[in-house]
């Protein structure tokens, strides 16, 4: 798999190539937001990981551009850790993921992973955790397979759950995710997974979506622990 490093630093550039080359990764990589845009416009990548802070062209604006142009390979911003507006710039922007510096190189193959795999299953028609079935394409949803009901918003909910299978959403991430620009407040997102949880885990004994007290909402399948 094809993976596009944008990075203008270029010990931190070296390090990442090296360990996903030691993955079995084929690595590329660009110094600048511009060269970056270019290589991942004319490129078949699987996976791009760009930083925000680029000469050129800023992570956030690359990012942008890519999703305008309907571009969809899978993104993972490296941000500043105490940058939250780079992060939620990011996400905004089109971005699937974040990740701060200083890492882990290991947290890092971990994420790349995890977003490779969600989208494979996202290119996919029916995305299948536990006994749990979701059409991406005609919105259906069953379990066990009984087909579920759900309205416009809590289908839109639980595919954002799905698709970031195992990992914590915060409130805040729903908000952005599902209610795009529509006002919402984060009881608004609470009642709406109490309602979702009554049609999803309600009528089964293994339940599929967790509260992570102090944080947000994830859905995972039993025996797999919450990222």
Same mark, same amino acid.
């Given at each position: ?47 791009l990981v760009l930083d925000v802070m680029l000469p050129g062209k800023d992570g ?40 701060? #510096? ?17 989208? #494979?299953?996202?290119k996919g028609r029916v995305v299948r955790i536990a006994d749990l079935e979701l059409?991406?394409?005609?919105t259906s949803v069953r379990r066990a397979g009984q087909e579920v009901q759900l ?77």
């Amino acid at each position: 798999m094809r993976i596009l490093v944008i990075e203008d630093d270029e010990i931190i550039a070296r390090l990442i190539r090296r360990g996903l080359e030691n993955a079995r990764f084929e690595v590329e990589v660009a110094g600048d937001g511009v060269t970056g845009l270019r290589k991942a416009m004319e490129g078949a990548f699987d996976l791009l990981v760009l930083d925000v802070m680029l000469p050129g062209k800023d992570g956030v604006a690359v990012c942008g551009a890519l999703r305008e142009r309907r571009k969809t390979v899978p993104i993972l911003m490296l941000t500043a850790r105490d940058a939250i507006d780079d992060r939620v710039n990011g996400l905004e922007s089109g971005a699937d993921d974040y990740l701060p #510096k200083p890492f882990d190189f290991k947290e890092l193959l971990a994420r790349i992973r995890a977003l490779l795999r969600r989208d #494979k299953l996202h290119k996919g028609r029916v995305v299948r955790i536990a006994d749990l079935e979701l059409d991406t394409v005609t919105t259906s949803v069953r379990r066990a397979g009984q087909e579920v009901q759900l309205t416009p918003r809590e289908y839109t909910l639980l595919e954002a759950l799905v698709l970031n299978e195992g990992r914590v959403l915060t409130r805040e991430m729903i908000q952005d995710r599902v209610w795009a620009d529509d006002e919402a407040f984060p009881a608004t997102v609470n009642v709406h997974v109490a309602n979702l949880r009554k049609k999803i885990d309600a009528a089964h004994e293994v339940k599929l979506i967790h509260t992570v007290h102090g944080f947000g909402y994830t859905l995972r399948a039993p025996g797999t622990e919450a990222q």
